[in-house]
């Protein structure tokens, strides 16, 4: 469990879950925007539950050390308002993690987005000793562009990625470890439960310059 100022990140049981995808329910974002590169969103309701479900359940059956999925439900004053994930592939040699997330339509706007990053990044950094942070974001996505200024990351370059059928730009931003220790998030948040599973992360080797 980690917890911020505001919010508290845990991972979610199944029945805890239902009450998370009622929150996509009512809406992530507007209907002619799409600001993931996986087009969960566009489903039907139903079918998007369903393919939620799924999706959860595949990060907990894939885990290794090395490559892993850490998904979170996000909640504020003891109600859920999103999800917040981390993963990373070889973990162990690179020391990479990427994040990602959504709230409710109705939890926007309040500055949930920084806190729920600033989360995730104190687990990874302070927590697995990672080395570098990643984000990926369209460029017509200026909320994420946001956090990710606010949280120092640096511009590095783009690739094209397709989206609803069309060619679109997909930033991709990357913050490192030293960066991280001078945020003033740094001492504004807690984890709880590390001790009983940190054998289920890999150690990062120090990477060559």
Known sequence: MIRTPRLELRVPTDTEYEAVCDVA???VHSPDSMPFAVEWTDA???????????????TRASWTPETWHLEFAVYHEGRPVGM????????????????GSWLGL???????????RAAVLH?????????????????????SIAVNRHHGYAEDGFDLKVRRGRA?????YRLDAGKWRDSPWHNRITVEGMDACKSMFATPAKYET
Request: glycine share 12%; no cysteine.
């Open 25 to 27: 329910d009512r809406g």
């Open 123 to 143: 687990l990874g950094f302070s927590e697995l000793g990672a080395h570098w942070a990643s984000s990926q974001v369209f460029t017509d996505n200026p909320a």
């Open 44 to 58: 039907p309701a139903p079918e998007m539950r369903r393919n939620s479900f799924q999706f959860l359940w595949s």
């Open 106 to 116: 109705e939890h926007q706007g309040r500055g949930f987005g920084k806190e729920m």
């Open 168 to 172: 679109a730009q997909w930033l991709r």
């Open 84 to 99: 917040k994930g981390l993963w990373a592939d070889d973990f162990d040699k690179l020391g990479e993690f990427s994040t």
